[in-house]
């Protein structure tokens, strides 16, 4: 019994060392567990690298979620698709695929203020790491300064690589004021490495019609445009009722996002959820 427990200490060491946590709690619980014991070798060891696996995704989610500095704390549970807004349960949950991300193209997505946009482009971000995807949160603004910023310090290139190597970058309060000729060159920049090689959303409030207006430069603004709206799905969300109205939510029946008794999500009210987390920038959590 003594050489057993020796061994077993060993075994147990040596997955430490091999950095297997998983593993190691679960070969733990196997040890103390007696009902283990009745299993053949096979279904424990499998049992032991399910252990792992599912351990490692977990580390894996957290890491690719705390890079990609999602503004909401979202997902496509919590979407509301009570509210008659244009945005449609089947086409949303297929975005929640993630196989447009695979296939490097873009989601475009419009509407007044106050209608979701951010959090619709949060929620479909989660759903792509949770596809093994990396994501990236930028408010078009700051990028736009970030990008001047680096030109003059000569971090440009360095700046536009890392971007370039992102599966998934959200652009939000995209064309919210006119481009210089100079920010246009650099958006085309962005785009450029971008286009059918990674994927974008694209949140604004303006019309994607309107769009080439703000962007400046109208040569440059051509070539934007055209590496934007190629093999781009749009969502063109309807009205002008924000869902960060307290009265509009404290009216408003609680419904799940999936709107199907077979889903095995239980989500609080969609509306509640988007505008909660509208509110919830990621600092605070």
């Not at 430490?16 to 070798?41: K, S, V, W």
């Not at 296939?103 to 106050?114: D, E, F, P, S």
């Not at 360095?158 to 309060?173: E, G, M, S, Y």
């Amino acid at each position: 019994m003594k050489e057993e427990n020796v061994l077993t200490t060993q075994t147990l060491d040596r997955l430490r060392d091999l950095n297997l946590g998983g593993m190691t709690r679960a070969y733990q619980e196997q040890i103390e567990r007696a009902d283990y014991q009745a299993l053949p070798f096979d279904d424990r060891l499998g049992l032991l690298v399910d252990a792992e696996m599912t351990e490692r995704e977990q580390r894996r989610l957290f890491r690719y979620l705390k890079a990609a500095r999602l503004r909401e704390q979202a997902c496509v549970e919590d979407l509301d698709f009570h509210t008659p807004r244009g945005l449609s349960r089947s086409f949303v949950l297929e975005l929640a695929e993630s196989r447009w991300v695979a296939a490097h193209q873009t989601v475009l997505i419009v509407g007044a203020t106050g209608l979701g946009k951010t959090f619709i482009a949060c929620a479909l971000a989660e759903a792509a790491i949770r596809k093994g995807h990396s994501a990236l949160y930028v408010r078009f603004p700051r990028m736009v300064d970030e990008l001047a910023v680096a030109r003059v310090d000569g971090r440009l290139p360095r700046l536009l690589a890392t971007w370039a190597r992102i599966d998934l970058l959200v652009l939000d309060d995209f064309a919210m004021q006119a481009l210089s000729s100079q920010q246009s060159a650099d958006l085309l920049e962005v785009i450029e490495d971008r286009a059918q090689r990674r994927s974008t959303i694209v949140t604004s409030q303006l019309p994607v019609k309107q769009w080439h207006e703000a962007l400046g430069d109208a040569t440059i603004a051509d070539a934007i445009m055209d590496r934007l709206v190629h093999n781009a799905h749009r969502i063109e969300l309807r009205g002008h009722e924000s869902l960060r109205d307290p009265k509009r939510a404290a009216t408003t029946p609680s419904v799940t996002a999936a709107g199907d008794s077979k889903s095995q999500h239980s989500a609080p009210s969609g509306v509640a959820a988007e505008k909660q987390g509208a509110e919830t920038p990621v600092e605070a959590r």
